[in-house]
């Protein structure tokens, strides 16, 4: 392969990876990001839509210009199947037969432990950096999440309505096939979130359940719940 091809792959794989970092992100955000030219970026966008991996939307109340809505790129679930664990279906069979042989309370003894120990790893820098509004914690745990492999982002929506409040998306996750097969991890990872932010929270969207990202909707109203720290997780349950 020539050096050429070679370098254009490698660019590739870095807006590719952008993608799935920061999507949903417009071709002028990556171009600047990257410091690639706008032909140069166009022509990587239309290679990775042409072979399935990522694809347009366009957000509503985010304008390209005249009223139209800006075309942000997210990356497909055949591309979030390419960067797949290799160990996925072996989580999801162990979980079958942990299923199979103990029951249903050895899958939920799992999520606790599971979503548990994410939430004592999370629960330093959370401390740390979270704050005390809701919109600081939730930036504070996106940066943690990210951390974790889940590229997630926390941005303010219907900011000045009384509607306003804190959109939470993870563009990837590291266990996306076994919380396919088993939702009851996102719902203790969601309870989880509630914990943190001292509010309750609301899943649009789930990659699990087949959409492009996981979207929480989290209100910024005035806190009404203590944030939890790591060490008072409690004893019997994480949700």
Do not use: W
């Amino acid at each position: 392969m020539a050096a050429s091809d070679t370098e254009d792959r490698r660019t590739r794989q870095k807006v590719f990876q952008s993608v799935l970092d920061e999507g949903p992100i417009t071709a002028s955000s990556l171009a600047k990001a990257l410091e690639l030219t706008p032909a140069a970026i166009r022509r990587h966008l239309d290679a990775l839509e042409s072979e399935g991996l990522i694809e347009v939307r366009e957000l509503a109340g985010k304008q390209a210009g005249r009223g139209r809505p800006a075309r942000h790129y997210v990356v497909t679930t055949a591309g979030h199947d390419s960067v797949s664990h290799s160990y996925d279906e072996l989580a999801v069979n162990i979980l079958r037969y942990m299923e199979d042989k103990h029951g249903k309370s050895a899958v939920e003894d799992f999520t606790e432990d599971l979503v548990g120990r994410l939430r004592d790893r999370l629960g330093p820098e959370l401390e740390k950096r979270g704050g005390t509004t809701v919109a600081s914690r939730s930036r504070a745990l996106a940066a943690a999440l990210t951390r974790e492999g889940y590229a997630a982002s926390a941005t303010p929506v219907a900011a000045g309505t009384p509607l306003e409040a804190m959109q939470l998306c993870q563009g990837h996750c590291p266990i996306q096939a076994v919380a396919a097969e088993y939702p009851e991890i996102c719902e203790a990872e969601l309870a989880m979130f509630s914990d943190y932010l001292g509010v309750d929270v609301r899943r649009l969207s789930s990659l699990a359940q087949g959409d492009h990202v996981c979207t929480t909707h989290i209100p910024t109203s005035e806190l009404t719940r203590p944030l939890i720290h790591s060490n008072d997780r409690p004893q019997g349950g994480s949700r």
